[in-house]
């Protein structure tokens, strides 16, 4: 089964990918994301905010900071068990929960904004995923979704030089290779079957999501600008992080779980 493989994987991965977190929370890398989301929400204090796939929980520390309910899911109960180590005193504050992103366990109309990040491309069924976040949005809630086309180097060659490049960058610069200090042949391994993989983005995602909220979804090819720091350039100047941000407006999130 698919879904165990990316599971066992992540498991692996908590310690290190909780090490990255660390780090942005430890220097303003944190302060750098909330100004690029803080553009996207509702206005008021009191928003209810859905964090999916929320890993060591960075997305949602930096919300639950600033004063805003926080709900954060994720599959793997490796990266929940960081996320609330990493939040200290504020993991009273968020409500953790173990949750496939596929499947949501909230009813309709839950929450006021709907966030995930590096997400969507490691799903199984993606399109699902959407129509869950689009459901337990309240009308007029907002859906902001990070993410690249990661791991198309595997299925487009002209691709493929671009990441290669990249892993030269970063020798040259002598800085960590995000992508060789990991498992790497276990996430090739899973990033040829999921298809997200071999889909270029954010495309697919106008698509999808312009079908349940007529047409209120718009797409950002350069927030890496304004969030990246040196090092994650470096090492990923070949698949820049795009931003899709969809409004929820009508019955358009049950239209969509119902198409699905």
């Known amino acids: 089964m698919l879904l165990a493989k990316i599971e066992q994987y992540w498991t692996g991965r908590a310690e290190g990918y909780s090490e990255v977190n660390r780090h942005e929370l430890a220097t303003g890398q944190d302060q750098v994301w909330f100004r690029e989301i803080r553009k996207h929400l509702p206005e008021g204090k009191h928003l209810k905010i859905l964090d999916v796939g929320t890993g060591p929980g960075f997305f949602a520390i930096l919300l639950a900071k600033q004063g805003y309910e926080v709900t954060a899911v994720d599959y793997t109960e490796a990266m929940l068990r960081q996320a609330k180590e990493n939040a200290g005193a504020l993991a009273k504050?968020?409500?953790?929960?173990?949750?496939?992103a596929q499947k949501l366990e909230f009813p309709d109309g839950t929450f006021d904004a709907v966030i995930s990040r590096n997400l969507t491309w490691n799903l199984e069924k993606p399109e699902k995923a959407y129509a869950e976040w689009m459901r337990v949005l309240k009308e007029g809630g907002q859906l902001l979704n990070f993410d690249a086309n990661w791991y198309h180097h595997l299925f487009d060659e002209r691709m493929r030089r671009k990441y290669e490049e990249d892993r030269e960058r970063v020798e040259a610069l002598r800085l960590e290779d995000h992508y060789t200090c990991t498992d790497i042949d276990a996430m090739e391994e899973i990033a040829r079957q999921v298809p997200m993989s071999r889909t270029m983005r954010p495309a697919w995602d106008l698509r999808?999501?312009?079908?349940?909220t007529g047409g209120q979804v718009q797409?950002?090819?350069?927030?890496?600008?304004?969030?990246?720091?040196?090092?994650?350039?470096?090492?990923?100047?070949s698949t820049p992080m795009f931003l899709v941000r969809a409004v929820k407006c009508g019955a358009a999130g049950a239209r969509m779980a119902v198409s699905a």
């Open 219 to 237: 797409a950002d090819e350069r927030v890496w600008e304004r969030v990246w720091d040196s090092t994650e350039r470096a090492n990923y100047a």
């Open 208 to 212: 999808v999501l312009r079908t349940c």
């Open 93 to 100: 504050q968020i409500h953790f929960r173990r949750m496939d």
